[in-house]
Structure formats: structure tokens, C-alpha cells
């Protein structure tokens, strides 16, 4: 089967050393289209292990929304919120809808970092909203 061959290919060209901060947003793309798990995985991993490095990349901003919400709807992304906000709005200045898109990938749609996560588990960031939105 052709799908199964290129799979495979793509499988033992890519390994987990071959990611870098440039490429990885790329390579999850083409991993989710061949569907090899693994790699996408890892793809997952390192951008939200390095996500505003990944974030200044000129793939970053190819990346699909799909693919972006997956990275932002668990909370795990370590740092800023405010600043993981900035990075989701520009990412949406390259996307057609990006506006729609952009307010789809905000809470309550998604955790976004740690710290947002804890702070909506501990019930403070009702008084963080205003803040952070009149900011962006």
C-alpha cells in the first residue's frame, strides 16, 4: 500500500533528532497527514516544551488551527499568559479567518498555560480576564 509506504519513509527519514525548533511545526503536519503517532507526539511535545521559541518560527504561523488548539487546550505551556495570548493573536494576523480563529483558541476554549490553568482550578481568574484581554 502506497499510504503505508510513505509512512514509513517518512518514519525512518524523521527522527526525534532530526526535530528542530525551525522544522517542527512542519513535521506535525506531515505526521498527522501520514498519521505516525509517535512523531506527532513528539512534534506535540517539544512545541509546548519551547513554545514562544517555536512561536518565532515561520512555520509556526503555517501551523493549522487544529493542530494549534491541540497544543493550547491542555494547559501546559509554562509561561506567561498574557504573553501566550500576544502569540495566538499574531499567529492570527497569517490566518484568513483569524479573528474567529484566534477567539476560538482563547478561554474558555482552551487552558493555555499552567498558569491560567491553576488559576481558573483556584477560581481567581475571573479578576484576571479584564487585564489580560484589554492588554491584547
Known amino acids: 500500500n502506497l499510504w503505508q509506504c510513505r509512512k514509513d519513509s517518512l518514519r525512518r527519514k524523521i527522527t526525534k533528532t532530526d526535530l528542530q525548533l525551525e522544522n517542527v511545526c512542519d513535521v506535525w503536519v506531515y ?3 501520514l498519521s ?7 512534534c506535540q511535545k517539544m512545541i509546548v ?8 518560527t515561520e512555520s509556526f504561523n503555517r501551523l493549522p ?3 494549534l488548539y491541540k497544543v493550547l487546550r491542555s494547559g501546559e505551556i509554562q509561561g506567561s499568559t498574557k504573553i501566550v495570548c500576544e502569540i495566538i493573536t499574531r499567529w492570527g494576523t497569517h490566518q484568513e479567518s483569524g479573528k474567529k480563529m484566534v477567539e476560538a ?5 482552551t487552558f493555555l498555560t499552567r498558569e491560567w490553568k491553576l488559576m481558573v482550578l483556584q477560581g481567581g481568574a475571573r479578576s484576571y480576564l479584564p487585564f489580560l484581554f484589554n492588554s491584547l
Open 36 to 42: 505516525a503517532s509517535v512523531l506527532s507526539e513528539q
Open 65 to 67: 488551527f487544529h493542530l
Open 31 to 33: 505526521a498527522e497527514e
Open 105 to 109: 483558541l482563547l478561554p474558555p476554549n
Open 49 to 56: 516544551q519551547n513554545f514562544c521559541d517555536v512561536s518565532n
